[in-house]
């Protein structure tokens, strides 16, 4: 029987409310740093306070927190943020049209060269069950969740050089558009522009702290540390990089060892066909209908086209039915 992560805490840990299963988790997997701070830890530098603070008060553990934020090498980059609100300002005020031309010309065209293809049809063969028990189970095609786990990690070769608790908590702190502003570059003195800028940074940083909760909720599950999980710049995790929410809402344990490891194949595999049919995807939609689903997952038209075109490459290697 196949279960989602949420399923997991409960079987593993007991029920309780997700405050109480975040602290809980963290009490047992930091027990040694927690330990650290009582004999000598005197908190984080002041400019994680806010954070601290909106923890707190959610019902988190903030002295476990506060001594994760603590450890060398976490440190705020409100670069993070400035890169994202930047790229969505340029989105919204000078938006570009995607053609197939757009898609040949971009990085995606890498993933199309025959020896990729080559490679992600090999990847499907050796994970030949897991890709035929996903479609079965949630209606997706083999080559279309391939396509995604090439397009977002190479087929897990790279999970992201950042660590997603850093990242997240960066981002949820930024929040204050005054930490951001003074870095972004699209702004050309437009009070239109620095309007939405502002509104942009202020949710962001209400989506990354829902975010960073849900990473503390996702390593307590897993019995790991949130510093030992590598993530892309906005925080994604796994082989399918997924948003710890998405990880808690939509991961699958599929090879039923009582944890969901999305650095693992099976449950990689089948998280995202989960994640795509609770985003829509059915069988003989329209293709309109299979874009919605897949924009869910990656909010960009170019990123759309790209992981079509590489299922349709790598529909000749799919499972036997």
């Known amino acids: 029987m196949r279960t989602t992560v949420s399923d997991a805490p409960s079987r593993r840990h007991g029920a309780g409310t997700p405050a109480g299963r975040i602290a809980a988790g963290m009490l047992a997997a930091f027990l040694l740093l927690s330990v650290v701070a009582q004999v000598g830890h005197t908190g984080p530098e002041t400019v994680w306070e806010p954070l601290l603070a909106r923890l707190a008060a959610d019902g988190v553990d903030r002295a476990g927190v506060a001594v994760l934020l603590s450890t060398p090498g976490v440190a705020f ?71 995604i786990l090439l397009v977002e990690t190479k087929l897990g070769s790279y999970l992201g050089d950042r660590e997603a608790f850093g990242v997240l908590a960066s981002m949820a702190l930024c929040r204050d558009f005054e930490l951001v502003r003074g870095r972004l570059k699209n702004l050309k003195n437009s009070p239109e522009r620095t309007a939405f800028a502002a509104q942009a940074a202020k949710d962001k940083g209400d989506w990354a702290y829902a975010e960073f909760k849900a990473l503390l909720a996702y390593a307590a599950a897993k019995q790991a540390s949130p510093l030992a999980i590598p993530g892309s710049i906005y925080g994604a995790i796994g082989i399918c990089q ?80």
């Open 77 to 147: 980059d409100p670069s993070i943020m400035a890169k994202k609100v930047d790229s969505m300002v340029k989105n919204r005020f000078e938006p570009v049209t995607v053609t197939r031309r757009t898609l040949e010309k971009s990085g995606y065209r890498r993933f199309l060269d025959p020896w990729t293809i080559s490679k992600a049809g090999r990847y499907m063969a050796a994970n030949r069950a897991s890709f035929s028990a996903a479609e079965e189970a949630y209606g997706v095609p083999a080559e279309v969740v391939a396509a």
């Open 242 to 321: 997924f948003m710890p929410t998405n990880a808690l809402k939509f991961g699958v344990d599929a090879d039923n060892d009582g944890i969901v490891d999305l650095f693992t194949e099976a449950d990689a595999i089948h998280s995202v066909a989960n994640y795509l049919r609770g985003h829509g995807w059915r069988q003989g939609q329209t293709e309109e209908e299979r874009k919605a689903a897949i924009y869910s997952y990656n909010h960009s038209n170019l990123y759309v086209m790209a992981v079509l075109a590489v299922a349709d490459k790598l529909a000749a290697y799919r499972p036997a039915s």
